[in-house]
T-cell receptor, first 115, second 111 residues
Framework: GAVVSQHPSWVICKSGTSVKIECRSL??????MFWYRQFPKQSLMLMATSNEGSKATYEQGVEKDKFLINHASLTLSTLTVTSAHPEDSSFYIC???????????FGQGTRLTVV | QKEVEQDPGPLSVPEGAIVSLNCTYS??????FMWYRQYSRKGPELLMYTYSSGNKEDGRFTAQVDKSSKYISLFIRDSQPSDSATYLCAMSFNNNNDMRFGAGTRLTVKP
C-alpha cells in the first residue's frame, strides 16, 4: 500500500504556543488529505479535508482559526494547532488517498500533549 | 442514530479462535467498505476493502458485506496474539468522499 508519513510522532508544548504537524505522502501524489482527531478509546473524528492549492474544508464545530491547515504541494499537508490549550491534547492523524481506490492510508499519528 | 454503529467491545478470545467483528450502518448510499486495524498509539492500517455486496478473503481475514441488511463483517480465522488491536470499520459513498468510521472494537487474543 501507499505510504503516508506523519511527523512528529509525539510533541509536548506549553499552553499558548503553536505546534505544527506534517503529513507527507511518500510514494504518491495526494490532492486531498484528511485530518482526524482521536480521543482515548474513541473512534476517529474528522476535523477537516485538506485540498491542494485551496482552502481546507472544516467539519462543523472545528475552529478554522485554531487548527490551521495548509496543503501547499501534492505531497505535503500541515496542521498547525495555534495557541494550544490543555484541552487540545489528543492524538492527531492524517490520511490520504492515492487515487487508485476509495481506501485511505494513514500516517502514524501525532500525540500532542499541552502542559 | 449514528451513521455507522460498531460494538466497542472489549472482545477477548483464546488463541486459535475464530473472531467475528461487525458493523451496521444507516445510509444505503455507502458503496465502499473498509476494515482497518489500529495498534495502540499508532495510525490505522488498512486490512481490506470491498465494493458493494459480497465476500473478500485475504489469508486469515474474510470481509463480508450485506447491503440489503446494511451489515458488514470481518472474520479472523486462527486468531493470534498479534491480532490484538482495535478494529475499525469504515465506509464511503465514492472514491472522493471522506470515510465514516465505526467506534472501533478492541480485540484481545490470549495465548
Amino acid at each position: 500500500g501507499a505510504v503516508v508519513s506523519q511527523h512528529p510522532s509525539w510533541v509536548i508544548c506549553k499552553s499558548g504556543t503553536s505546534v505544527k504537524i506534517e503529513c507527507r505522502s511518500l510514494d504518491f501524489q495526494a490532492t486531498t488529505m484528511f485530518w482526524y482527531r482521536q480521543f482515548p478509546k474513541q473512534s476517529l473524528m474528522l476535523m477537516a479535508t485538506s485540498n491542494e492549492g485551496s482552502k481546507a474544508t472544516y467539519e462543523q464545530g472545528v475552529e478554522k482559526d485554531k487548527f490551521l491547515i495548509n496543503h501547499a504541494s501534492l505531497t505535503l499537508s500541515t496542521l498547525t494547532v495555534t495557541s494550544a490549550h490543555p484541552e487540545d491534547s489528543s492524538f492527531y492523524i492524517c490520511s490520504a488517498r492515492d487515487g487508485g481506490g476509495p481506501e485511505a492510508f494513514f500516517g502514524q499519528g501525532t500525540r500532542l500533549t499541552v502542559v | 442514530q449514528k451513521e455507522v454503529e460498531q460494538d466497542p467491545g472489549p472482545l477477548s478470545v483464546p488463541e486459535g479462535a475464530i473472531v467475528s467483528l461487525n458493523c451496521t450502518y444507516s445510509n444505503s448510499a455507502f458503496q465502499y467498505f473498509m476494515w482497518y486495524r489500529q495498534y495502540s498509539r499508532k495510525g490505522p492500517e488498512l486490512l481490506m476493502y470491498t465494493y458493494s455486496s459480497g465476500n473478500k478473503e485475504d489469508g486469515r481475514f474474510t470481509a463480508q458485506v450485506d447491503k440489503s441488511s446494511k451489515y458488514i463483517s470481518l472474520f479472523i480465522r486462527d486468531s493470534q496474539p498479534s491480532d490484538s488491536a482495535t478494529y475499525l470499520c469504515a465506509m464511503s459513498f465514492n472514491n472522493n468522499n471522506d470515510m465514516r468510521f465505526g467506534a472501533g472494537t478492541r480485540l484481545t487474543v490470549k495465548p
